[in-house]
């Protein structure tokens, strides 16, 4: 059942035995599970099946770190979150992500990959994607295989698109079926109200989103799945009970902000006559999927020189060319391939790199003094990159070009230096991680392996706020696959 | 690289000085395929990275003992590139990622006539 928050009598109190807190990836994979269970599950959200601005409005903060999108701009307050919106990159995390890597302080979530691989198969049917898992093999063809570097650093993978779903369109249909759930449009979230003395939540206070008045909620088990920036504002926002925020007994809530840094249109690959066919790295469909090749670093490559993960693609290049070009295109013709032609016109990319950043708890979500129209605090974002992010990457595309060069593909030019500043254009890719981190050590993280806030029995949260680390592989299909973990846990948790 | 037999002796011969006290002869590179493109990368690389002028230095720099069959001096020539790029002996012109041999290649090209 889908119901507008208009439609529920001002000063009322419902119930659940499961109440999940926003519909994005994240809250409808898990309402989505519960769907036709034995649960009473109750979904609320801020805005409706339709974009509004008003309700856009309320996420609107500051950013007082490096240059960020506006925080209004970069994620959708709405049926479906920012499912409105995203591209449809998927790819799991890599198994050495979750791993502890003494290069990277702060790493090691208390779960690993393999605990997560039942749920990404899941998740990968919520997001519409296809085909056999992510063997490598099962996914090259004999006009778009994995380049064979004659170096063993390198790595490929790829990413599997979704449509991309867009889940305004597809689940309004199933909620609105479900005998068990019931939606509420048009219903925000102001505060987790703590019962006192702090040990378990008491009730939800929500507001209408549009007009005056509200509701509050009591439910068996309560999951914020608000986003990566909102579940931590949220938390901070209700300090009534316990100072500093709920389950922020350690000052952790809002902290290690991640983000992927894009270095999108730096370093460029001209290839030699000996280049096989880019095929893979080009987006096409594979046994019903599309899909799109990427390159990166193996595990061991990045734990003997302590990097972070990265993942390349190959864009098209669209600067004009260097004045080195030609006659680098003709030197390695003759070094690489002297015995063949060559070509009129050269082939040429460049790299788009979304990596991995090291957990900072200095890049963080804060609340502003000013407040919202419904009386939340605004949000400000301090995001931070460090110099060992920046390094990483450089290296990463240095290790490439060696890698090319060796096994005579190409030569690269490179433009990132090790030791210098991201460039100024580098961006995050919307992607909002880390700030409920998990971690098994109350004083470490916010919320436990089963995405439980420490201390408190019947309060989750869902979404990449979770990530203890980030990877690089972009977060939906990770978040989703917590999210059915979540609502599995949930199930069995409730008598 | 396609160098032919004679010439590619000449430049073996520049290599293999090194280890001799007499004074090395004149040293001479083949021409290749794209001889000009190799000396404008060999400038850029010598003025950018303010290394050895002197002709005879980069030769012995690049090696001694090279084949002299031409075939097998330019799969020598790629052999030592190879391990240059897998010990990370590299090197950068505007950027470009060079491996020291053949960036030292092509400083001989622009060093010599
Ligand atoms: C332009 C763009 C492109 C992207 N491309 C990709 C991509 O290719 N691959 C990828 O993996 N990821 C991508 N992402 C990121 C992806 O969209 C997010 O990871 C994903 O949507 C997060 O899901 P979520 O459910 O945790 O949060 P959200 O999608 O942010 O959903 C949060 C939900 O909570 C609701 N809500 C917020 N506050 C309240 C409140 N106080 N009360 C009630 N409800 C509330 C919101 O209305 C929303 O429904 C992209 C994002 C953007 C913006």
């Keep these: 059942m889908i119901v507008e928050a208009s439609a529920i009598e001002p000063g009322s109190h419902l119930e659940a035995d499961v109440c999940v807190v926003g519909t994005g990836p994240a809250g409808l994979a898990i309402a989505d599970r519960l769907a036709g269970g034995r649960r009473q599950v109750l979904v609320l959200e801020s805005g409706g099946l339709k974009p509004d601005p008003a309700v856009q409005a309320l996420y609107a903060g500051d950013n007082i770190g490096r240059g960020y999108f506006p925080l209004d701009a970069c994620r959708i307050r709405g049926f479906g979150g920012s499912s409105g919106c995203w591209a449809g990159l998927c790819r799991p995390l890599d198994p050495e992500d979750f791993e502890a890597r003494p290069y990277v302080p702060h790493s090691g979530w208390p779960i690993r990959r393999a605990d997560l691989d039942a749920w990404y198969a899941e998740a990968e049917k919520f997001l519409g994607l296809r085909g056999p898992g992510w063997d490598l093999a099962r996914w090259s063809t004999k006009g778009a295989a994995p380049w064979t570097f004659a170096d063993a650093r390198i790595a490929s993978t790829f990413f599997k698109l979704s449509k991309p779903v867009r889940l305004a369109e597809t689940m309004p249909g199933p909620m609105r079926a479900a005998e068990n759930i019931r939606v509420v449009l048009g219903a925000s979230l102001v505060r987790v109200g703590l019962a006192p003395g702090g040990g378990q939540v008491q009730a939800l206070h929500v507001r209408r989103t549009r007009g005056e008045g509200g509701f509050t909620v009591a439910a068996r088990k309560v999951v914020l799945a608000c986003g990566g920036i909102e579940n931590a504002r949220l938390l901070l926002a209700s300090d009534d009970v316990q100072r500093g925020g709920v389950g922020n007994g350690h000052d952790l809530v809002g902290r290690y902000f991640m983000e992927h840094p894009h270095t999108d249109g730096e370093g460029l690959l001209l290839g030699s006559p000996a280049l096989p066919s880019p095929a893979f790295y080009q987006r096409h469909t594979r046994l019903g999927q599309p899909i799109w090749g990427s390159l990166g670093l193996t595990a061991e490559a990045r734990a003997q020189e302590g990097l972070l993960a990265a993942t390349l693609v190959l864009l098209p290049r669209r600067d004009a060319p260097r004045a080195l070009e030609e006659p680098m295109r003709q030197v390695m013709a003759d070094t690489d391939a002297p015995d063949r032609p060559l070509p009129e016109k050269g082939v040429a990319f460049t790299f788009g790199t979304p990596s991995e950043q090291v957990p900072d708890p200095e890049s963080r979500v804060l609340l502003a003094g000013e407040r919202d129209r419904l009386g939340v605090p605004r949000v400000r974002l301090d995001w931070r990159v460090s110099a060992v992010d920046q390094r990483s990457v450089a290296r990463t595309h240095a290790i490439l070009a060696e890698a090319l060069a060796r096994s005579g593909f190409g030569r690269v030019r490179l433009t990132l230096t090790p030791g210098q500043p991201f460039p100024a254009h580098t961006g995050g890719g919307r992607h909002h991680m880390g700030t409920t981190r998990m971690h098994a050590d109350p004083t470490k993280g916010v919320v436990d392996a089963d995405c439980r806030v420490h201390g408190l029995p019947d309060l989750y949260v869902a979404g990449s706020s979770v990530f203890t680390t980030s990877g690089s592989a972009n977060p939906t299909l990770t978040i989703v696959a917590l999210a059915r973990r979540l609502a599995a846990h949930l199930d069995e948790a409730l008598p | ?113």
């Design chain 2, 1 to 113: 690289m396609s160098l032919d037999r004679r010439e590619a002796l000449r430049l073996i011969v520049a290599l293999s000085v090194a280890a001799c006290s007499a004074p090395p002869p004149p040293l001479a590179l083949p021409p290749r395929r794209h001889a000009a493109a190799a000396r404008q990368i060999g400038q850029a690389w010598l003025k950018a990275a303010g290394v050895m002028t002197d002709a005879q230095a980069l030769a012995d720099a690049l090696g001694a003992g090279a084949p002299a069959e031409p075939a097998a001096f330019t799969a020598w020539i790629r052999e030592r590139h190879q391990a240059d790029l897998a010990a990370g002996r590299t090197t950068q012109v505007d950027g470009w990622l060079l491996s020291l041999t053949e960036a030292r290649l092509y400083g001989l090209y622009a060093l010599l006539p």
